[in-house]
């Protein structure tokens, strides 16, 4: 595993195969990999080699403090880690999908006792927390995002966002180094101005681990 798993208490999500009306969880035949399909379409996926899924939030991670709204449930893998966050104090998990709630009910997932669950849709929900985290949406283009997330920051009151495939978003902008994405990313800020003000380290960091991105690529005018 990850060292930086390791070292922030990661524990990979217990799932069990499982299949009723218009959900299924279905495991690789080497029990590696697993993936979530809604209505026949896969949703998403989780690789036990490689724990893309927890490098995909791990910026979630790092900003996560007090009060945390967090949509779309999935496999629960940002949720729980979390939630070993003694800076986070509740957090709220929106999501639309009834059969995905029971599912968890159904397999016995063990939640934090720091998490709640709403049945309901994040594009609509009215709410207010210190840390809002988004991975919900059904358009996974990162450059399309920006109008929607846009809405949902107006619904819900919150000190600090940041929204899955924003790493990839910057490095698909990416043109002139390394160095650029710090600077695109703050004049991103003025846009979405409750982003968090972070170092350039930080951000780098968030990116360089994010998977399928390549590094050696983002290095080529170093």
């Known amino acids: 595993m990850n060292k930086i798993l390791k070292d922030t208490n990661y524990r990979p999500p217990h799932l069990?195969?499982?299949?009723?009306?218009n959900i299924e969880v279905r495991f690789t035949p080497n029990k590696v990999g697993v993936r979530l399909f809604i209505n026949n379409e896969p949703?998403?996926?989780?690789?036990?080699?490689?724990h893309d899924s927890a490098l995909e939030v791990l910026s979630h991670y790092y900003i996560a403090k007090g009060h945390c709204i967090c949509t779309g449930l999935g496999f629960a893998v940002r949720e729980?880690?979390?939630?070993?966050?003694k800076e986070v104090t509740k957090i709220t998990v929106i999501e639309k999908n009834k059969s995905l709630i029971k599912y968890h009910k159904k397999i016995g997932?063990?939640?934090?006792?720091?998490?709640?669950i709403i049945h309901g849709d994040a594009n609509e929900y009215k709410?207010?927390?210190?840390?809002?985290?988004?991975?919900?949406?059904?358009?996974?283009?990162?450059?399309?995002?920006?109008?929607?997330?846009?809405?949902?920051?107006?619904?819900?009151?919150?000190?600090?966002?940041?929204?899955?495939?924003?790493?990839?978003?910057?490095?698909?902008?990416?043109?002139?180094?390394?160095d650029f994405i710090f600077d695109y990313y703050n004049l991103l800020?003025?846009?979405?101005?409750?982003?968090?003000v972070l170092s350039k380290e930080?951000?780098?960091?968030?990116?360089?681990?994010?998977?399928?991105?390549d590094y050696?690529?983002?290095l080529r005018n170093e």
């Open 109 to 116: 997932t063990k939640f934090s006792p720091k998490i709640e």
């Open 80 to 85: 729980n880690w979390i939630a070993t966050k």
């Open 43 to 50: 949703l998403m996926a989780y690789d036990y080699l490689n």
């Open 216 to 218: 050696k690529l983002m």
């Open 189 to 196: 800020r003025t846009k979405l101005p409750t982003l968090p």
């Open 16 to 21: 069990v195969p499982y299949k009723k009306k």
């Open 127 to 178: 709410g207010e927390c210190d840390t809002l985290l988004l991975d919900h949406y059904e358009i996974i283009n990162p450059m399309k995002l920006l109008p929607q997330i846009q809405q949902i920051t107006k619904n819900i009151k919150h000190t600090t966002l940041w929204y899955w495939l924003l790493e990839e978003k910057l490095f698909l902008d990416y043109t002139y180094g390394i």
């Open 202 to 213: 930080l951000l780098h960091l968030f990116i360089l681990q994010y998977p399928h991105i």
